[in-house]
């Protein structure tokens, strides 16, 4: 499972019926390695990104804690106001052939007074064909109806079928059959999510003390980032020199960053700075400093995680090292586009001049309140204008985005 085609959301938040990428089957343009979404406060940025959180979290704890989530307040906070019907959600997925993408589709409902997944769907064309109507290998409604086995399937054909009843229905069924190795391609699509990477850095988390001892995967708030790099210092030596020659080329007057353990076991960041005898720790460091530190770790993995949503990674940033970062990500996802891709909420100008109008999506609401998406290559003379010679984060900030600006 190489790469998230598309996605379509409805009734999400301000999200009322958006679709990105490809959003139509085996046809469209394809999300890029890439992608930068821009628009003013309020816009569905932070929205779309949590979309992908949401659905994360409900295969990784079911319906009911996703949605009651602090931070999303329950389901009829997350269906989009004045609007009936489910939350529902449709994924285009590549499968390694160009004209069989897998299409997974979610709709979460009340039922009674408790949210459950009411439809859940995966859909592909049959082995060998290029053209024609996608076919069903998960069927479930209330977490009953049926699973195909195998790496093809045909709805007209019932021999390879098993009926399926869940025991809960505020479960994933791609939770609990996505275990099973005669469901291969269920598999992927449940490995695929569950190694999304959604980066809400805090960096009043990454000044916290953590327990010594290393750790694979760096957490949304970048708190465990001393304890990655300690990882990457005993297992890949090699991409542990280049995150520290990626920071201190970054940041000017460090000359060397290590870690060390405290006398209590717990895990010290040691920064080494010009014109000092005594070195800095992690709780001294500039909000900046160690935000380039944990996209240094995430970009020098060796083996990365197939999608990572970043929010608003400028904020505490010096202006320059802002189109440094947008750059580093942009190649990171071209050089690896097998691999990962990289999504980007952004308020910055300057992020977007490091991008080419491919990469770039606007987000603005319309009269009724809800959101839509426009990429930056179809609005009118946009290309035109990038082929001149103008930057792209300059076109948006003087409103050549349809009268957005980038403040």
């Not at 320059?320 to 750059?327: F, P, V």
Request: net charge neutral; with cysteine; hydrophobic share 40%.
């Amino acid at each position: 499972m190489a790469r998230l085609l598309g996605i379509k959301i409805k009734n999400f938040r301000a999200l009322a019926e958006v679709g990105i990428g490809q959003v139509k089957y085996a046809s469209g343009e394809p999300l890029p390695g890439m992608a930068c979404f821009i628009g003013p406060n309020g816009s569905g940025k932070s929205s779309l990104l949590d979309a992908f959180g949401f659905i994360s979290q409900c295969l990784a704890d079911g319906v009911e804690a996703a949605c009651d989530h602090p931070a999303r307040g329950g389901f009829e906070r997350l269906r989009t106001q004045g609007c009936g019907g489910p939350i529902a959600f449709e994924l285009f997925f590549d499968a390694g052939a160009v004209n069989r993408p897998i299409v997974y589709g979610l709709e979460i409902d009340r039922v009674g007074a408790v949210p459950s997944v009411v439809t859940e769907t995966l859909r592909q064309r049959r082995k060998g064909q290029t053209k024609g109507k996608p076919y069903y290998f998960l069927k479930l409604t209330n977490g009953k109806g049926k699973v195909w086995a195998g790496d093809y399937s045909d709805s007209s054909d019932s021999k390879d079928s098993e009926q399926v009843k869940l025991a809960d229905p505020n479960q994933l069924g791609i939770a609990a059959l996505g275990n099973f190795r005669q469901h291969p391609r269920i598999v992927k699509v449940r490995e695929h999510i569950e190694q999304w990477y959604l980066s809400y850095f805090v960096p009043d988390a990454a000044r916290e003390l953590q327990p010594a001892g290393a750790q694979r995967w760096l957490d949304r708030k970048g708190a465990n980032v001393g304890n990655v790099l300690q990882y990457f210092q005993r297992q890949y030596p090699d991409q542990f020199h280049r995150i520290l020659a990626t920071v201190t080329e970054a940041i000017p007057g460090l000359k060397r960053l290590a870690t060390s353990e405290s006398e209590d076991g717990r895990l010290l960041i040691r920064f080494d700075e010009s014109g000092y005898q005594d070195p800095f720790f992690q709780q001294s460091m500039s909000d900046g400093t160690l935000k380039m530190l944990a996209y240094a770790v995430l970009l020098a993995d060796p083996q990365p995680r197939p999608f990572m949503g970043i929010e608003e990674p400028e904020n505490g940033l010096y202006v320059q090292l802002i189109e440094q970062l947008a750059r580093r990500l942009s190649e990171h996802a071209a050089v690896k586009a097998a691999k990962t891709q990289v999504l980007v909420t952004t308020h910055s100008p300057y992020f977007v001049d490091a991008l080419q109008p491919q990469q770039v999506f606007v987000l603005q609401k319309g009269p009724d309140g809800f959101v839509r998406a426009t990429a930056a290559a179809d609005i009118p003379h946009v290309r035109e204008m990038i082929e001149e010679g103008l930057p792209l984060g300059s076109l948006w900030y003087s409103q050549h985005f349809g009268g957005l600006s980038g403040t």
